[in-house]
């Protein structure tokens, strides 16, 4: 579907779904995409690139186009309940909305900035999780305007925030790509709270990492709790949506706060994002600091938060579809059963390896450390809906740069898949070539339409294409 195809409608819809956000989401005039190659309209593309960004489904978007004008407060509430009520979290759990995942990390220093002097913010595999959470972490402006469209500075801090919080990064996968195991980095976050000092620390959970993974486990997050306790706060960063309704609970339980995005798993287009703030952190939460008067408007607060009435009481339409279209497609695969969801998964996982391993002789990198195969066998069925495919074994040793080309190539043929990422590197130090398969909610729910035979024989075909092309354009590397 070309954008002059739309309907006035469509047209509207699709159009503000494209503000409201930062530079990522705007499109380009010529191709009508945005940076990550997708739209915010359906594509007559072979996409398998959940990890990045989604084109919006026809059902999403035919709901959004019929949405016509909403007031952005009654819209915002009435998705809080829909969401309280697809992951059957209770209703004490307040929930914020922003723009995207990089955002959120705005809220999580919002809830304890008061707890101490300085901050300390440990992130695990910034690479892993978006850059840009780098600057929003350390209590800064990311990028050159915030969604308000208020003009900022990459880099320069967020009034109230940014002078009092430090960072750290502890790196979640070796120089070989190999994941370090969860009480390995249980120890390293540890180490770092107790050199934060006085300083109160924000712990970063990782639970569905760019390339699946999920550090620290719930055992190793509870003796951090019992030795540490009231020093630090849990952040559970599951961005990626690729979480059950279970593990959500638990995090809750622990007084975490969990951020998820509507654009990744969940299908919906990019950018929205929120976060579920476990009763006991909203219920003393403190003023939000003076700057988020140029970062957030009311309505994205729960009513009763502190410092709310000081934002700006305007209404960001595009956000609103977004986060109605990617609720849409959650309440749609909540519908599933967990046999049913299953099914199309470990079908999906198979594809995949006949494709790229068997075939391309690519490595799929695992997510859990070597030797911790059944712990990666206990993660939820979601987290095999991702796969990331090193290819750097391939004739030539392609390099990171070289899987960007490829990715880019693989557009102007009518595939998308998920962004080259940074997690292998070669013996000269270079980062290796990687791509990313990824499904998302509404293929869960279309594959499910389809018997076992056909389930195989789509899948089947839809790899055979990506692998085919991959093949013509890694071809040359080995003459």
Not at 185 to 212: N, P, W, Y
Request: aromatic content about 6%.
């Amino acid at each position: 579907m070309r954008f002059e195809e739309l309907s006035p409608d469509e047209a509207r819809a699709a159009e503000l779904m494209t503000t409201g956000g930062d530079a990522r989401i705007v499109l380009t005039p010529k191709c009508h995409q945005n940076r990550y190659y997708s739209a915010p309209w359906p594509q007559d593309v072979l996409a398998y690139a959940s990890s990045t960004a989604n084109d919006i489904s026809p059902d999403a978007f035919a709901r959004v186009s019929g949405l016509g004008d909403q007031d952005y407060g009654t819209g915002l509430e009435a998705l809080r309940r829909r969401i309280r009520a697809a992951y059957g979290v209770p209703d004490d759990v307040a929930i914020v909305f922003a723009p995207s995942g990089t955002d959120l990390e705005y809220v999580a220093l919002a809830c304890v900035h008061d707890r101490a002097e300085r901050l300390h913010n440990v992130l695990l595999g910034a690479d892993e999780v978006g850059s840009g959470c780098i600057h929003s972490a350390h209590g800064r402006y990311f990028a050159n305007e915030t969604a308000l469209g208020v003009q900022v500075q990459p880099g320069e801090p967020v009034p109230g925030l940014g002078e009092r919080v430090s960072i750290e990064d502890v790196p979640v996968r070796d120089a070989l790509g190999h994941a370090f195991t969860s009480a390995c980095i249980r120890d390293r976050i540890e180490q770092d709270i107790e050199r934060a000092g006085d300083a109160h620390t924000l712990v970063h959970v990782v639970h569905g990492s760019k390339t699946g993974l999920i550090l620290p486990l719930l055992e190793d997050i509870d003796d951090l709790i019992a030795r540490h306790g009231e020093r630090m706060t849990l952040v559970v960063d599951a961005c990626q949506a690729r979480i059950t309704s279970a593990a959500i609970g638990d995090y809750l339980k622990r007084d975490a706060i969990v951020f998820v995005t509507g654009s990744k798993f969940m299908g919906g287009p990019p950018f929205s994002g929120f976060a579920l703030v476990p009763p006991a952190l909203a219920a003393r939460a403190p003023r939000l600091p003076e700057g988020f008067r140029t970062i957030f408007r009311r309505a994205e607060w729960p009513v009763g938060w502190p410092g709310r009435e000081a934002l700006e009481d305007g209404a960001n339409p595009g956000l609103l579809l977004r986060l109605e279209a990617s609720v849409f497609e959650l309440e749609r695969f909540q519908q599933l059963s967990l046999e049913h969801v299953t099914r199309v998964i470990l079908a999906f996982h198979a594809a995949v390896r006949t494709a790229m391993v068997e075939r391309l002789g690519g490595r799929r990198m695992a997510p859990y450390p070597p030797g911790h195969r059944a712990e990666g066998d206990a993660h939820p069925i979601e987290m095999r809906t991702l796969s990331t495919i090193d290819l750097s074994r391939r004739p030539g040793h392609p390099d990171f740069d070289e899987a960007v080309r490829i990715h880019k190539a693989l557009v102007e043929r009518g595939i998308r898949l998920g962004q080259p990422v940074k997690c292998v590197k070669l013996e000269d130090g270079r980062w290796g070539a990687t791509l990313r398969l990824g499904l998302s909610m509404p293929q869960v729910v279309a594959l499910d339409r389809l018997d076992d035979g056909a389930l195989e024989r789509k899948l089947a075909a839809d790899m055979d294409r990506i692998a085919a092309a991959i093949e013509t354009m890694t071809m040359p590397a080995s003459s």
